[in-house]
Every structure is written in C-alpha cells, then in structure tokens.
C-alpha cells in the first residue's frame, strides 16, 4: 500500500461523501422526487405555461448576458487592480468584494433607488428613452452587479502570477501590444475567464433578491424563474409545482455547469500533468 | 562591423547597474559577461534586446543606431533564463511565433513557416517532439526550444541570459559543448551572460569580466585565466587570495621571502595587494624550508586535494589545491611547511584603481632551489 501524506484516507473520504450526500445531494433527490409526483402530464402543465416559458428565457438569457458582461468587466478591473499603483488601489481592490457581502436585497433596493425614472441615474436615462428599472435590463444590470466579484477574483491570482518574461519574450520575437495581448495573455488567462464565467453564470441564474426589487415582476416582462417559484408557494401552497420548475432549472444549470468543464477542460489542454 | 557600445549608464534609483560601460563585439564572435549578480551583466543584455533603456550612452550596429528602434524591430534574439516558453502553445508553435506574429506583408506562407520550424527543430535535435507542451519537456528540451524560438527571426544578434542556470550539473556540461559546436555551425554574433567562470573560460571566444556595473577586464580565456588585470578578476577567475606583502626597490617581501620584481612601476602605485592561486601553494620539498603552517581541514573532489591552510603569521587561512597523490598524505591538524610557486602583485593609486601589476615567478631564497626539470636538462 502506498503511504500517504494524510492519514485516515477512509475516514475523510467517507466524511466527504456524508457531507456532500446530505448537504446537496438530498435535497436536489427531494426536489426531483417532489416534481416527480407530478408525472410527465402534470409536468408540462406546470412548466409549459407561456407565463413559466417566458420567465425561464429571461433567467436564463439574461444571466448568460449577464456573465460575459461581468467576464469583460472583471478582466477591465483585474487587469488595473494588478498591473497598475495608483492611490486608494487597495480600497478600490476591497470595493470589489461588496457585491459579494451586502445582502442582496440591499443591494435591489439601492439599485432600483439609483435607476428608478425618479431616481438620480434613472431620471437622466429616461430623456434618452433608457429605461433600466423595472425593465429587462434592470434584471440584467442587477445580475451583472452580483456577479462581477466571481470574476475579478478568479482572474487576479493568475494574472499576478503571470510571468513577465513571457511577454518580454513576445515582444523580443516581434508581436505587437494587440498580438502579445491576443496570442500570449488571452490563452493563458482563459481557464481563469471561463472559471470566473461559469461562476458569475450560477450566481446569476440563481440571484433572487436584487433582481425582484429592480425587475417590477411584470407579468411575461420581467419575471424571473425563482420569482414564480416563490409565488407558487407564497400564493398557492402549491409544492408540487415549484418543485417541477425548480427541476427544470436544476437540469438547465447542471448541463450549462457541464459545458463549462468541458471547454474549460479544452482550454487547459497544455496544462500537462505529469 | 559588429556591435559598438559606447558609455552606457543605467542607474534605478541609487544603485548603479551600469557605471560608463565602453565595448566592442565583432562580427560572429560568441562573447560572454561573466560576472557575480548585481555586477550589472543582465542589464547590459536587457537593454542591447530593448527591453530597458540606458540613461545614457550608445549602441551602434554597423553605424546603425540600435537604441532608435523598438525591440520588436531590431533583430535580436533573446533566450530567457527560464526559457519563457509559452506554455499554451507546442514546440512546433513556440517555435513559429516569431514568424507568424509578423506584419502580414512580411509573413512567409504557411508551408515556409513550416519547413523553417522543422529545419530549426531538426537543428536542435527536438523534430521529434514538436507535438509537445513545453510542460511535457525536460530543461534541456525546453532551453534548446527556446534557442530555436530566437533563431526562427533569423536574428543578427543572439542574447542568451545564464543559458544553463536552472540545469543540472550532468546536462549542462553536455550543452555547453553543444552550444559551443552549435555557434559555430551559425556564425551568429552572441553574447551570453553566467556567473559560473568554467562556463566563461570553456565556450566564449572572449570574455568580459564585469563587476558593480563597470567592466573589469576584456580578454581571451587565457588571457583572463593567466594574466587578471585587477584583485577583484584575480578572485573571482584564479581564486586569488590576498597574502601581506611590500614592495621595496624592485623586490617584494611576502612572509619572510623575497621575490624579484620586473615591470612594476615604483613611483605611481599607492598601495599593492599581493595574491597567490590555490594552485600555487605547493607543501615543501624539504622539510622545515618554507613557511610553517597547520592544516585546517583537507577536502577531497575529484582528483583534487583542496588544503586550508593557517599560514604562521597570518590572520585569514589560505585555500591550497593539490593533487590526489600529494594530498593524500596529510591529514587536518598536521603541521606542514608550504611554498608560494608564483604571486600577482597588483599597484592601486589613490582611488583604489590598478595602475601596475606583476606575475612573479620562483622566489629567489638565501640558497637557490635546486630542483626542477630546466636544472637537469643543463647538466
């Protein structure tokens, strides 16, 4: 038998499976038993309403938006936060991470106070015909805002560990800023884009409290999948139900989550473990 | 022709990297700076590749200013100390990038790319390995991946930066004649930086002996070897080590002896600092002549028997070298009595700077050393 570092290999591996068996896998078990009472008929009758179908696109929709927004964002303020000084760096680096700490009802609120048509933001947009509260671009900029921290601190490890000789080597070798950028940093910061992707993308789909409050849940507008799910329950005591949309989402999220590890799994191809 | 360098200063903050530094490189010569880190040796090379600029100073390629223009347009390649190999890319990749990152105008078809990737790739032994990721390499593979990287632009001037710093000991002796027949074959003009003097004195044509940013001596191997312009080259090639000496006249007394002294200018110099090579502390012939001594301690590597030495009447202990079958014998706390074979005498004005110096060879004794091959072959 190989020694290894660690001892007790069984004892922490069976803890592990307990853990996860108990914390996650049960209840997604529950749920999909749940929505499963309902039989295939039943089902569709649920989720296939225009209301339900209209919700799930928009989750779903604007929260794949949502990240590729925060992945060119995060990249914008992970590239300043490391490669430049500048006074206040460190409490701008510390602002980053309040999206991720405030509650995100607070957040809803502040947000709908800023963009409401009376509100200071909003009350500038409205001349253009930009309206972002109460809309769905609220929704979006609501997701976008919980989201950008996943991004920036998944890229920033990487990108100050980055070696410089790298560029410098690029440069020696005659690539221009644009092909240094595209051709040696890019590459290596995928992995770490596509990470900080695949999280801002769950947190999205799974945001709930910021995006009722600047959303207005208008019916077949601005209704979000967690909103119905919380109504079904909150209105009709009807289980069963939110059960069965709730499975639909944890379907859709599972596949996207695969997806993500499979190209994620593409992007580290050189990654060469030996 | 080749490369002239003309005052170059480069200071970062109060450290001065690069203190007035004058040289010239001809065409196709593979040049090493040699010299302890901090003595501004990687400056020199960073700002001759463009990757730093100097406060002031020259640099001229065939009357052709260098310094003028961007890094990427200045052809010269540069072979970083940790390879730089761009991970996400294959050999064959890493290779071509020179190449392909070419304005579109100046970028050869695809098929050229290709056939001067394998050309190169066969040059240096890795055709087979071209699928590869630089994480699925050796560091020898990945040090010739990068030589071959540099050379794909077809470089008129070629950087190597401590090319064989991070090998081990076995792989870098075979690299290094590797190289060596591999400049050649090339005709390159190179230049490459390393503190490890047997890799100076084994692979370059000359040498630059560099130290707090100021060159100390520029010279053949040999000449670099054998005739050290100043203390510190003396220490830092030969292992000289100071002994306590005076110059009177045109003698030198060193513990007791006395030398002759020729070419040594007596007016000019101010203070003289004597030194003797391991090599050159000899155990006596016969015993009692000579200067008494103890041994510290007796180290045996390869062949060699490395002494150290606590001469009477001297403060710091000495380092002898001997070979096996002399060094065998002696055993450390044993007194010994030693000799001095040869000294270099070195004459510092005012400024500490050398203004004269002197190898002085056989001490003249109270009565002359009657041994050695010259005396037998008179008779």
Known sequence: MTRRVLPGFRLSTGYTLAVLGSCVLLPLAALLWTACELGPAGWWAQVGTRRVLAS?????????????????????????????????????????DLPFALPTAVAGIALTALYAPNGWIGSRLVPWGIEVAYSRLGVLLAMVFVGLPFVVRTLQPVLESLD??????????GASPIQRFLRVLLPLLLPAL??????ALARAIGEYGSVIFISGNR????????????????????????????????????????????????????AVLR | MGIDIS?????????IALDDISLRIGDGEFVAVLGPSGSGKTSLLRILAGLDQPDSGSVQRDGQDLLALD????????????????????????????????????????????????ELLRRVELDQLAARYPAQLSGGQRQRVALARALAIEPRLLLLDEPFG??????????????????????ITSLFVTHDQDEALEMADRVIVMNRGCIEQVGTPEQVYHRPATPFVSKFIARGQAVPGEVTASSLRVLGASW???????????????????????????PGEGLPARLLGVRHVAGTTLASLQVDGMHEPLEAAWNGHDGGRHASGERVTVQFQALTVFGLDREGRVCARADCHTPHLASPVVSGPWRRLEA
């Open chain 1, 56 to 96: 799930l696109r928009l989750s779903f929709g604007a929260a794949l938006l949502a990240a590729t927004i925060d992945v060119l964002l995060g990249l914008l303020v992970a590239w300043v936060l490391v490669r430049y000084r500048f006074a206040f760096r460190r409490v701008c680096d510390a602002l980053v």
């Open chain 1, 164 to 173: 410089g000789d790298l560029e410098e080597a690029a440069y020696t070798l």
């Open chain 1, 194 to 199: 596509l990470t900080g992707y695949a999280l």
């Open chain 1, 219 to 270: 019916l077949f507008q601005t209704e979000i999948a967690p909103y119905l799910i919380v109504q079904k329950i909150d209105s009709q005591y009807d289980y069963r139900g939110a059960a069965a949309l709730g499975a639909v989402m944890l379907a859709a999220s599972l596949l996207l989550l695969l997806a993500m590890a499979a190209v994620q799994r593409w992007a580290r191809r050189w």
């Open chain 2, 7 to 15: 005052r170059l200063r480069r200071q970062f903050g109060s450290f």
């Open chain 2, 71 to 118: 890094a990427r347009r200045r052809g010269v390649g540069l072979v970083f100390q940790h390879y730089a190999l761009f991970p996400h890319l294959t050999v064959a990749q890493n290779v071509a990038f020179g190449l392909r990152v070419r304005p579109w105008r100046l970028r050869p078809k695809a098929a050229v790319i290709k056939a001067r990737v394998d």
């Open chain 2, 166 to 187: 991070a090998l081990d000991a076995q792989v870098r002796v075979n690299l290094r004649r590797w190289l060596r027949e591999f400049h050649r074959s090339l005709g």
């Open chain 2, 260 to 286: 002759r002294l020729e070419g040594f200018a007596d007016e000019t110099w101010h203070a003289v600092e004597v030194h003797v090579r391991p090599e050159h502390i000899v155990s006596s012939p016969r």
